[in-house]
């Protein structure tokens, strides 16, 4: 049973922690000029943030306690393939949904 | 579809959002049952998504807080999984930095993997945007994501009972995640920024309170960064005329 200070602590530190983080740059920062070598790094954020908190999900997903999933690791290559080839959210999201459960099925 | 008005950003933003609808629902219903399942009442779990809206670091801290972790093990876990909000955060600030403080707060609260990166891929593709009319775009990117994570946040914990395993919902954030990275590889830095992450990612697996995603970030930015200004030195000229 969860402990319900600890609980509210947890909510209330979590909610205002996030925020900060959240508006630390935007709110603080605003509209001051950042030097230029910083801001060659921040444009490679979404796409090195990304695929590293996926990445090991991918492999070792928390659905199979951590063991290789074949429906799930064929169900990446899917959606990943297909949204480079269709640059199309939605479509890379339905093919890799039915990569995953067609597999799922198959394989049991 | 031409952005020419605030209120066609807006617009805009809400359409090129919507796939993320299919993902949003079935994640917010597991955090509903989830959490009632770990023995949080309705209202103790509507407003855990209210004040915090990030899956990622809910669920962390909700498996930590069943383990008996100290408390403030718990919060600084998953904080360390939302320390990326503030990577988030340093981007998106050439754009909007200089929209009024209280749409920037309102944008803050909401900034989620989804509104974030949508937001990001808009800006690229459509430098001529006004600020007003990138602020009208991030608030379209969230109108139907967050008000969607409150309420099936809520159905998921009034069902309360047990999905089961095979249904794989455990994927989902991940298909979307790998659907939103897919048209972001606009140049070899880009994809070299990818690669190394991945790979920083897979090594740092072990490191405590979720800090190898933020190694393998830092590590794919100095990549992509790096990669980036050997090419521009290739091209003697080009950006020096």
């Given amino acids: ?108 | 579809m031409a952005i020419t008005t605030t209120k066609s950003a807006y617009r805009k933003g809400i359409v090129d959002a919507l796939p993320f609808v299919l993902v949003i629902i079935p994640f917010a219903s597991l955090f509903g049952l989830l959490a009632t399942e770990a023995g949080l009442n309705v209202f103790e779990t509507l407003t855990f998504s209210i004040v915090v809206i990030a899956g990622a670091a809910q669920f962390t801290a909700l498996q930590l807080l069943q383990e008996d972790v100290p408390t403030a093990i718990v919060l600084a876990s998953a904080l360390a999984v939302n320390l990326r909000m503030a990577m988030y955060s340093a981007s998106l600030t050439p754009w909007i930095g200089s929209a009024p403080v209280w749409q920037r707060a309102l944008a803050a609260y909401m900034t989620v993997d989804q509104s974030y990166v949508a937001s990001m891929t808009q800006y690229e593709r459509d430098p001529q945007m006004t600020v007003p009319q990138r602020m009208a775009y991030f608030f379209g990117t969230v109108t139907p994501i967050v008000p969607l994570w409150y309420i099936f946040t809520l159905v998921g914990a009034m069902v309360g009972s047990n999905v089961p395993d095979s249904w794989a919902l455990d994927f989902a954030i991940p298909i979307t995640f790998l659907a939103m990275i897919a048209p972001m590889f606009r140049t070899v830095a880009h994809v070299a920024a990818a690669l190394v992450a991945v790979i920083v990612s897979l090594i740092a697996v072990d490191v405590p309170y979720a800090l190898g995603l933020i190694i393998a970030g830092l590590a794919g930015m100095i990549t992509g960064a790096q990669v980036e200004a050997w090419m521009e030195r290739r091209k003697p000229g080009s950006t020096a005329r």
Avoid at chain 1, 8 to 13: D, H, K, L, M, Q
């Fill in chain 1, 1 to 108: 049973m969860i402990d319900k200070t600890a609980l509210w602590i947890v909510i209330i530190g979590l909610g205002l922690g996030s925020f900060f983080l959240r508006f630390v740059f935007t709110g603080l920062v605003g509209n001051k000029q950042m030097p230029a070598w910083l801001l060659r790094h921040l444009r490679y954020t979404a796409v090195a943030i990304l695929p590293a908190l996926v990445a090991p999900q991918v492999l070792w997903p928390s659905g199979t306690d951590g063991q290789f999933d074949l429906p799930r690791v064929t169900a990446a290559v899917v959606t990943l393939g297909v949204g480079l080839v269709t640059k199309n959210v939605l479509a890379a999201i339905l093919s890799g949904a039915v990569a995953l459960y067609g597999m799922l099925y198959l394989v049991g």
